[in-house]
């Protein structure tokens, strides 16, 4: 028995967003409107950072890439809209965070089927793809692939029961007989190859480019159309650089007379046109595991004659003889065989007439059927949840925004400022290493929750990585610390814990950063400055360090180089509170002083990756221990006040409170969460944030929403009024750890705190 679909809702990208996945929900939800009219769609539109479109009546529901509070909104509102199924149309590149994470947060929040197409399926995805996708397959109802290859990655990689996947092949258009096509193109009479979709350096352009002086040589007249605008991302990233190659390369050859380029994304009724003008159509990609391709399904489906590269679509499309293979980055070979066709029409006619048998199922009436059809099972497979409205309980705890306006202020064309008077800053005091290695960790962090303002982070990167840099002596391979206002260095060699922090900071940018220069310079300084620590005394120092290599280390597992630095200082380490260890005093230290989260979050996450049972045990059980040692007696986080810290055997001090203290129990909780499981620390990592909102001895919040800093400390009876960078980055840097854990897949909400 089928359960009839009232109401669908379509979650991607959307026109006039110029996109292939843009194209294919568009193209969807029309034919589907086509086919069932009686079905309401509902669109809710995925936009890339920065960026708004005139979207038609249908998309009810805009949500920014990297907004993860949209995410919820958008769950809420599909959960009061009574909508049947929700359609997920989904790529990695579409949704914000590490991966895409943004999404689950999303799903997870759904009280409806949910009906999955997926774009990409990686066989080789990094641990981030792995578990984005694992859990998008656990919350969905039913998968939906267009390749029989795909279906298997998800049966054999991903663990996908088989009666759970869709095959539905990607929609085609009805595209016309050519009639005037060429004439309306001014290519009358010439034999036309043609290749479209978004440009970027793996459509392999360049070796049909290669190609054309062996092919003009016996059809002089020949034409190369290549349609499409250059992706988005690759313009951000890289401008025109690949096009502008093609045409030079053209130039290069002698055949720019025979090589058009239509660098706009084009209209459907437009790519018609191209497509029933084309002679032979060429996908000559790079990537052998590409397992969708519109612009294949596309020139299949008009029934012409196609050469491609092997890749897994074009194989399992293009088999029984309905195209053309040519090995890969083989300008010779892509000649020989479209001289062939082009010499012998009965064999080219041919070809695509058995591509157009195949067409014939992939045509949107076709496709809109099959996806109801899954809509549909998937309705009956899931029994909807009454309609209860969520509660706190039930949801991620509410953050604030990330505002960087003071983090902004406090930054110059040097770095960031140590301190302000108030919120302005103080040059008086000029810069140091600890504050710009701070900062540098704080934009490693965002990789992991995105950011709408690219530009504006790869900027505050390359400024603070700057100072690092310039920070470090090369000949005694080590770090200065302090530089005045005047950008004089005002020590040879700074602290053994600046140092480490440095390595930290550098470490996660080689571990998180997407940008190649600055992975490979951080790289560098990385490898450069890690001996020095094996002689360092300093235990925080140890700390710092093992955390910047745990960074390290998820980029290059396997450098023994550096996991034998990890192996001493942790052991250390260990060795250090096995000493100090005793009843009623379980620290690494007679003293409990300062970033003290820091010492038994290090353990934790050596001893899970290395892996050492007994660390992970000691590092969990210092953490507990320090964590009651720092409750209030109304049960807020009361972190070992600055002036005079505790001393074993006695009282701990009260004040002055540090921002640095709850950012690093924060940071510690969530590093033994995912070392465990456990949800308490997840618990406890909240309980720890809410000493900034005004959960605290004093009941005042120390982020200041106004300005996007955060006071410097609290006192008895009131909190310190300036906002210098260490509190500020404390604070920003919490945010980003909790928001990040709200969004990792497998998360789950937090409990409220026992007081």
């Known amino acids: 028995m089928t359960t009839p679909i009232v109401r669908a809702a379509f979650l991607g990208n959307y ?26 769609r509902i669109v809710l539109a995925m936009n890339d950072a920065g960026k708004r479109h005139a979207y038609p009546p249908q998309v009810r529901f805009e949500l920014a890439e990297n907004d993860s509070d949209a995410y919820l909104r958008a769950a809420d509102f599909l959960n009061v809209n009574t909508v049947d199924v929700l359609s997920v149309q989904h790529e990695y590149g579409i949704f914000g965070g590490k991966a895409g994470s943004h999404l689950l947060p999303l799903l997870r929040a759904l009280r409806m089927p949910i009906v999955t197409t997926l774009h990409t399926v990686l066989g080789e995805p990094n641990a981030d793809q792995q578990r984005v996708l694992e859990e998008i397959a656990r919350l969905s109802t039913r998968l939906v692939v267009m390749s029989t290859h795909g279906a298997a990655l998800l049966r054999d990689r991903y663990g996908v029961p088989a009666a759970k996947i869709d095959l539905i092949p990607h929609g085609t258009p009805l595209v016309p007989p050519a009639g005037e096509a060429k004439g309306r193109l001014g290519i009358d009479g010439r034999p036309m190859l043609f290749s479209f979709g978004l440009l970027s350096p793996d459509k392999g352009i360049e070796y049909v480019i290669e190609a054309l002086p062996a092919i003009l040589a016996q059809f002089p007249s020949a034409v190369y159309v290549v349609v499409g605008a250059t992706h988005p991302h690759v313009r951000e990233e890289h401008g025109e650089t690949y096009r502008l190659s093609l045409e030079a390369r053209s130039r290069e050859l002698g055949v720019e007379a025979s090589v058009i380029f239509h660098n706009r994304f084009v209209s459907a ?6 497509l029933a003008a084309a002679d032979i159509c060429i996908t000559p990609y790079l990537q052998p595991e590409q ?18 590269t092997p890749y897994r679509y074009a194989t399992e499309l293009l088999a029984d003889g309905r195209g053309v293979l040519v090995p890969w980055r083989d300008a010779p070979a892509v000649a020989a065989a479209v001289t062939q066709l082009l010499g012998d029409d009965s064999a080219r006619l041919s070809l695509g007439a058995r591509a157009r048998a ?16 899954s809509f549909e099972r998937a309705c009956a497979e899931q029994t909807r949840p009454s309609p209860v409205a969520a509660t706190l309980a039930a949801r991620p705890a509410g953050l604030p925004d990330l505002n960087l306006t003071h983090l902004r202020r406090l930054t110059d064309d040097t770095g960031i400022l140590q301190h302000a008077r108030y919120s302005v800053p103080r040059y008086d005091d000029g810069y140091c290493l600890d504050d710009n290695a701070r900062a540098l960790l704080l934009i490693a962090s965002m990789v992991d929750v995105g950011t709408d303002d690219r530009a504006l982070v790869r900027a505050l990167a390359g400024r603070y990585l700057a100072f690092v840099s310039h920070a470090f002596d090369l000949d005694a391979g080590r770090f200065r610390n302090l530089m005045n206002f005047s950008r004089q260095w005002m020590d040879t060699q700074g602290s053994e814990d600046s140092h480490g922090r ?32 094996a002689g360092f005394e300093s235990p925080r120092a140890w700390a710092y360090t093992l955390l910047g ?16 630095v990890r192996t001493l200082l942790a052991e250390r380490l260990l060795a250090l509170h096995q000493r100090a260890n005793g009843p009623d005093w379980c620290w690494f230290e007679d003293r409990v002083t300062y970033c003290n989260a820091r010492l038994p979050e290090a353990l934790v996450v050596s001893g899970a990756h290395m892996p050492q049972p007994a660390m992970l045990e000691a590092g969990l059980a210092s953490l507990r221990w320090l964590l009651s040692m720092q409750r209030s007696a109304e049960g807020h986080f009361a972190p070992v006040g600055s002036n005079g810290f505790l001393q074993r055997g006695a009282p701990p001090a009260r004040f002055d409170q540090q921002p640095v203290e709850a950012c690093g129990a924060v940071s510690a909780c969530l590093a033994a969460h995912r070392a465990t499981g456990d949800p308490s620390w997840l618990d406890q990592a909240y309980w720890a944030f809410d000493w900034f909102m005004g959960r605290n001895e004093v009941h005042r919040p120390l982020y200041d929403a106004s300005t996007g800093g955060c006071r410097d400390g609290l006192h008895a009876e009131r909190s310190n009024e ?10 920003l840097q919490a945010l980003l750890d909790l928001r990040a854990a709200q969004l990792a897949p497998g998360a789950s909400s937090p409990t409220p705190p026992m007081t």
């Open 269 to 274: 009724e437009e790519l018609n046109d191209f």
């Open 358 to 373: 195949l067409g014939r199922g992939m045509q949107w009436p076709a496709v809109a059927r099959a996806y109801l059809a």
């Open 15 to 40: 026109l006039p967003r110029q996109c292939g996945i843009a194209t294919f929900t568009t193209d969807l939800t029309n034919a589907i409107a086509a086919e069932y009219p009686q079905v309401d």
């Open 502 to 533: 440095a390595l930290w900071a550098l470490g996660a940018i080689v571990g998180r950063s997407d940008t190649p220069g600055t992975r490979s310079l951080a790289g560098d300084l990385f490898q450069a400055a890690l001996p020095a620590t």
């Open 722 to 731: 300036n906002q210098g960078a260490e509190s500020t980055i404390s604070f």
């Open 549 to 564: 290599i745990d960074h390290y280390l998820g980029a290059f597992q396997g450098d023994r180089s550096v996991e034998s």
């Open 291 to 308: 397992i969708t391709s519109g612009a294949l399904a596309y020139a299949v489906g008009a029934g012409k004659a196609v050469i491609s």
